[in-house]
């Protein structure tokens, strides 16, 4: 079954404290990419990924990074997370045949 | 600059009711694509249709409906005789092809509720 998972689906942490939140997906897509949802700002992507080893910002790059050292995951980082970090994240994934992007179920973060 | 808006912000329908969802987009490039997505009550975001900019013919999915008009930027979405289960969020997006064999941003409208009432 062609899947996007992502881990953990919540998480509450506190201000500063490193956090990694993976996806993974097992349809040998190409391109990868991290969005967030906030309540009136709607779905805002954060970085994306065209291949292994290639990733650029995207919109709301600030305050994360990511890497792509293997096709099938694409970790988003949080170094120090704060407050404003608080959203809905999704990873989302498509080939270079098509172009619409599956997302995976979300993560929603709280920092305190 | 790219841009999608969905000005009805939500709406609400009794079951049975045909609802249309309005998705105006702005672009300079002459290829790109147009994409709906429904958001449930549970949050996952599910993909409905892709449209791309060289075909503009309209497109029906069983009660789902879809009108592409370059002529006014537009790309709305029917529903017929809606149902409580089609009770979401809908979200228009569009994508500019930045080069063959790769994907642009997805530029989201900030969606519109749908609640269908029995």
């Known amino acids: 079954e062609a899947q996007v998972t992502q881990n953990p689906r919540y998480l509450i942490t506190v201000t500063g404290k490193k956090l990694t939140v993976t996806c993974s997906q097992n349809?040998?897509?190409?391109?990868m990419s991290w969005y967030r949802q906030d309540p009136g700002l709607g779905l805002r992507q954060i970085y994306y990924?065209?291949?292994?080893?290639?990733?650029d910002k995207g919109d709301v790059p600030e305050g994360y990074k990511v890497s792509r050292k293997e096709k099938r995951n694409f970790p988003l980082i949080l170094e120090s997370p704060s407050p404003n970090q608080t959203s809905l994240y999704f990873c989302?994934?498509?080939?270079?045949?098509?172009?619409?992007?599956?997302f995976g179920p979300g993560t929603r973060l709280t920092v305190t | 600059a790219q841009k999608v808006t969905q000005a009805q912000t939500e709406i609400s329908v009794v079951e049975k009711e045909d609802v249309t969802l309005d998705c105006v987009y702005e672009?300079?490039?002459?290829?790109?694509?147009l994409f709906w997505y429904k958001q449930p009550p549970s949050g996952e975001l599910v993909f409905l249709i892709r449209?791309?900019?060289?075909?503009?013919q309209n497109e029906i999915s069983g009660r789902y409906s879809w009108n592409f008009q370059k002529s006014t930027s537009s790309f709305n979405f029917t529903i017929t005789a809606s149902q409580v289960v089609d009770s979401a969020v809908y979200f228009c997006?569009?994508?500019?092809?930045?080069?063959?064999?790769?994907?642009?941003?997805?530029?989201f409208g900030k969606g519109t509720k749908l609640s269908v009432k029995p």
């Open positions: 989302a994934t498509s080939g270079t045949t098509s172009y619409e992007q599956y």
């Open positions: 349809m040998n897509h190409e391109y």
């Open positions: 449209r791309n900019s060289f075909d503009e």
């Open positions: 672009t300079r490039d002459t290829t790109y694509y």
């Open positions: 990924s065209m291949n292994v080893e290639v990733t």
């Open positions: 997006a569009l994508s500019e092809a930045q080069s063959l064999g790769s994907q642009g941003n997805l530029i």
